[in-house]
């Protein structure tokens, strides 16, 4: 039978090792968000007076190209809606100078891949645009560089 | 033959790259015509190893935005009247940006990109990644060209107290001028005033601009560099004016 100091020592190891695994936890969400956005911030203008950061919009479809470029890149996405429509997404990237430092290149990303993009949508009426994007496969896998 | 920054990084001999004659020349007339310390009182300036990729990203200081570098409360410009006017008029579509303007001081370097400084005995170059601007600042006295201004002005700098001190003047108006984020704009009677020094392994800068015509007072911040990647050789930015300016449709007009 433990004593109380050998139950006090596994209860602070206990402790420890729950910080260590929500110290992993958080710095491997922080490393993905970066991989899967693409350093979504172009470091060129504020997101703010062209998307609207307290919405989310959510697009499946298929990319149809990506334009990796400076000051930033922009992945274009047709999405299918209800009633046989088809929204084309404007998604607004990091700088490819940036964006190549972390791996990615402009065929990280290829026309016909079928992606799922969930962001911040642009606030002008009647346009698609999206910024500060997560991107994923459509089974909610990472798109890595 | 040129002097590189990776010849003056691998010797840190400043002038080793230099061609001999050149070399032998400076030593000889230096020889001749200079005094030496002990015969002027005069102390000749220590100059700081400013040379190399230095890398001014996010992971080393705080990426620019609305509030960065300038922060309400504390260094944020204190605009006169005329600064008034022309920020509360100022539509972000039509900032030069847009069109792959390139920035400009004071908002240039705090942009979170590589820079590259090379020293040469009449110059200093600065290379930055964004928008491929290259900086020249003269060390050789000259002065400013008669009645012309650029985008990125004329710059004359010095050496003091272990610190280069450039001083930059003849911009031209840009609506943007001041900074990119805020819609403020800046004249002709900008002056910035760079103190580029080296704590340990981190270049470290304290800029100030005044500008007359949109500011009551001269306002300054720093910030610092980090050596970049081993290696690491700037990429071409070339800036795509299309996707440059593509955002723009994503804004609600400023005026109907």
Known sequence: MASGSEIEIRLLEAKEDFVKALFWTMAA????AIVITGMSVSAHHASGPFYDSEKRVEAVGTVT??????????????????????????????????????????????????????????????????????????????IRP | MSVTSSDLRENPRRWSGLPLGVTLAVVVMGAVAVPTE??????????????????GGGGVRPVNGPNMPWVPGENFPVLNERGQAFQSVFDEAIAPKYDCVPSASPALQYDPYMMEVTQWPDRVLFRYEKDDQIRTVWLDGRKPPFNEFTVQGFSAGSYEDGALVIETTQFVFDITGFDDYNGIPSSQQKRVTERYWREGEELRLTLTVEDPMFLREPTSYTTRWLPGPEGYKLQLYGCDAEQAGRPRRFLIPKYQ
């Open chain 2, 38 to 55: 002990g015969q002027t009182g005069v102390e000749t300036p220590e100059i700081p190893d400013l040379v190399g990729v230095w890398n």
């Open chain 1, 29 to 32: 969400a922080a490393v993905m």
């Open chain 1, 65 to 142: 190209s990506f334009v990796f470029r400076n000051p930033h890149s922009f992945l274009y996405v047709d999405a299918p809606v209800d009633g046989g429509e088809t929204i084309k997404w404007e998604i607004e990237m990091g700088a490819s100078v940036m964006m190549s430092r972390r791996g990615w290149t402009p065929e990280t990303i290829k026309a016909g891949d079928e992606i799922k993009v969930v962001g911040q949508p642009s606030r002008a009426p009647g346009t698609f645009g999206m910024c500060c994007a997560e991107l994923t496969k459509t089974d909610g896998s990472p």
